[in-house]
């Protein structure tokens, strides 16, 4: 019998050697690689468990089952299973997800007291407690209980199985939400969310890279990683699984070990090549939708936000902004239309501060009148200028007025009056 034992301490569910074993009710039963059966060894149970439903794993040399309604913690000792964990049955992990990773037992999820959990504990082997593990993210998944996992080197994902309804937590509803954890980061992220009605769907097994799962005469190929859901006809072979060992299914170097139940409804492994097993393909589709990268909506909204704020920034820049363009003034995004010798005048003023009368009457002055009608026409133009720029800023006043010179007191000059000054530095000529 201590032959058994050794053997048994070198086996790990995920990564079967040359022996083969099943749990089931008290016995583990061995068997060689063509799965025919070996030995049996009974196990000493306490009489609360049933150890075949437990999750079971060798770490450091000892092999563990783990599971129950609180997280209790059993060891192998001989052929006796004793509970090693001094966790208070408080009940609030029932259904959760319970995984190894590096010798650490884990555990995600699970219900009590009208809620699901969504965080992660480990079991702690020399408090022998169950411990919070630490995340380094803000994100917080809304948890679950019951469901299916999917374990890479340094990921798990975590989906399907039901949460609370937050509206009446006396009801379930299903969990769409596709999880996944990096212990590296220690992160969790929200991949999607699944559209698939996911609550009749059975285990079947685990490999390096999908899940399998069954459901209504078909087989299920989960990818997770690339997200796709491949379906196939459900092998007759697999018809008879037996679900409450599936977690004891295997994959190892493209072979599967399937637990199911002969014609008499006996337990029985058998051995399946990969090939076989995905022999007849329905069709291939995604699994999950997934999560919008709000990152990305959260920048064009601010490029978005920018760019009307820079255009309100050039739009009132433009209205502050007055413009003597050749067709006139442009105000306030207004164009107020002037004359050619309006606009002539005005740019002389810019440019010297002033016009004399003998130079405004150059340029309106007209071949075909006296000197009397031209000087008339020039005082026309000059009240009319005048009439314009009042119209245009607002000027109570008009805004030019004759001077005669400094130096010489017989030529008269057009100038702006002192408010008119102050706004002649603010037009720009384009």
Partial sequence: MHVFLIILFNFIQSDLDSNVFLIQDNLIRYYDEELQPLEEQVLELPQEIKIDAYTHATINDRFYFFG???????????NKVKRIDETIDHR?????????????????????????????TYFDFVSKEWEVYKKNT???????????????EDKIYFFGGARVDENDRLKSIENKEIVSFDFKTKKYSLLGTTTFDLSNWDHLVNSNSYILLKA???LYKIDLINNKL?????????????????????YKNGEFRFVVKDNFDQIEWIKIK?????????????????????RFIYILLLAFLLFVLMRYILIKQRKKTV???EKGVVRNAILHPLNEAQIKVLKIILLKGEISTAELLKIIEKDTLSYVHNIRLKNDFITQLNYELKTIFG????????????????IKYLVPKEAFQVLLKKIKVT
Avoid: C
Wanted: proline fraction near 6%; glycine fraction near 8%; aromatic fraction near 16%.
């Fill in 68 to 78: 129950g309604k609180s997280g209790q913690v059993y060891s192998l000792e001989g």
């Fill in 92 to 120: 609030m992990t029932i259904n959760a997800t319970i995984f190894v990773h590096h010798d650490t037992i884990f555990k995600y999820g699970g219900y009590g007291y009208w809620s699901q959990r969504n965080f992660m």
């Fill in 138 to 152: 803000s994100y917080n998944p809304k948890g679950r209980y019951g469901g299916f996992h999917f374990k890479t």
């Fill in 216 to 218: 209504n005469n078909f």
């Fill in 230 to 250: 491949l379906t196939y006809e459900l092998p007759p072979f697999l018809w008879k699984t037996e679900q409450r060992l599936s977690h004891q299914n295997s």
């Fill in 274 to 294: 990969e090939d076989l097993l995905f022999a007849l393909p329905i069709k291939t589709e995604p699994f999950f939708e997934p999560k919008k990268d709000t």
């Fill in 323 to 325: 413009i003597l363009n």
């Fill in 395 to 410: 000027f109570s006043k008009e805004p030019l007025e004759l001077k005669r010179g400094e130096i010489d007191r017989r």
